[in-house]
Nanobody
Framework: VAQEESGGGLVREGGSLRLSCTAS???????IAWFRQVPGKGREFVGG???????SDGDVAQGRFKVSRNSPSNTVYLQMSDLKPEDTALYLC???????????????????WGRGTQVTVYS
């Protein structure tokens, strides 16, 4: 399984972005999650989705971020709205290689990571 993120960029405070994570290989039964990371800090769980399209939100979501999955295209989305400068980070997509389970907030539970897409929010 490999995945690639896209959709990051520069956005004004209060704006919106939709990130995409497209997975290759047999990933339909695996949970897929979004994390974010800033330099010098660990990876922070943003949210994830399981094989039934049931989603879990991390504390950082605060009702502003929504994860969704399009199974036929093996794509998981992260819709972000009302963005703030503190949301500036590298956003990474990760696949938990354990079928029929849910997303985990612990990055150590994920074996497959994309390279990330940078989101920068300016005020």
């Amino acid at each position: 399984v490999a995945q690639e993120e896209s959709g990051g960029g520069l956005v004004r405070e209060g704006g919106s972005l939709r990130l995409s994570c497209t997975a290759s290989g047999r990933s339909s039964t695996y949970p897929i999650a979004w994390f974010r990371q800033v330099p010098g800090k660990g990876r922070e769980f943003v949210g994830g989705v399981d094989w039934r399209d049931v989603t879990s939100d991390g504390d950082v979501a605060q009702g502003r971020f929504k994860v969704s999955r399009n199974s036929p295209s093996n794509t998981v989305y992260l819709q972000m709205s009302d963005l703030k400068p503190e949301d500036t980070a590298l956003y990474l997509c990760a696949v938990r290689l354990l079928g029929y389970t849910g997303p985990s907030p612990d990055p150590a539970d994920y074996a497959s990571w994309g390279r990330g897409t940078q989101v920068t929010v300016y005020s």
